[in-house]
């Protein structure tokens, strides 16, 4: 069936390092993708979305980027700090049948070290 | 400003008994949805009510049962908990697809 995946189930980085996590698609229909950051013991928090039709987004401090020929997102974190460390979630809404029903990932468990 | 309020943040059954879980939005949206959380995994979707009136099943519907209450409140009920039910439960709610959904803080419901 479709699916959202992660390539990395964690990642650990240093404070004040770049981050990038990744996550492949293959509901070439899909449309609208988001990224949620997962504290524990708590609900998926919003952190920046892309259209289709836009390859690059940036908000404060991360960058969403979406390679639709090989179906592929990720999102990149600057100077990642201690509280950037959650699970963080790539999901699609997607087109036709599946309009307006979000479909998550794994996840990807982001760790930074002080 | 609540945002998305559910409750009960915890609770443990035993199999077979049943309870429903409550779910109320103050941002007046209309569509709502339950997604149930298993360790390691991602949210999967059991249920949604895209405006209120109307209910659809999502990807893992067995077992339960939803209610759109009004357009604020929209329960999921276990009939006859069983033990793979045990899970994180999370509400979601959301305006238009392309604003993303906003999401309470979870049930975290053990079945025995």
């Known amino acids: 069936g479709e699916s959202v995946g992660l390539h990395l189930p964690t990642l650990s980085v240093q404070e004040g390092d770049n981050s990038i996590i990744n996550c492949a698609y293959s509901n070439s229909a899909s449309d609208y993708f988001i990224w949620y950051k997962q504290e524990s013991g708590k609900g998926p928090q919003f952190i920046i979305d892309i259209r289709s039709n836009m390859d690059k987004r940036q908000g404060q401090r991360v960058t969403v980027l979406l390679n639709k020929t090989v179906k592929h997102l990720s999102l990149q974190i600057a100077a990642t700090q201690p509280g950037d460390s959650a699970v963080y979630f790539c999901?699609?809404?997607?087109?036709?049948?599946?309009?307006?029903?979000?479909?998550f990932g794994q996840g990807t468990i982001l760790t930074v070290h002080p | 400003n609540a945002g998305v309020t559910q409750t009960p943040k915890f609770q443990v059954l035993k199999t077979g008994q049943s309870m429903t879980l409550q779910c109320a939005q103050d941002m007046n949206h209309n569509s709502m949805y339950w997604y149930r959380q298993d360790p390691g995994m991602g949210l999967r979707l059991i249920y949604y009510s895209a405006s209120e009136g109307t209910t659809d099943k999502g990807e893992v519907p067995n077992g339960y049962n939803v209610s759109r209450l009004n357009k604020r409140e929209f329960s999921l009920r276990l009939e006859s908990a069983a033990p793979s039910q045990t899970s994180v439960y999370f509400c979601?709610?959301?305006?238009?697809?392309?604003?993303?959904?906003?999401f309470g803080s979870g049930t975290r419901l053990t079945v025995v």
């Open positions: 999901a699609e809404i997607g087109g036709g049948t599946s309009y307006g029903k979000l479909t």
């Open positions: 979601a709610s959301s305006e238009r697809r392309i604003y993303g959904y906003t």
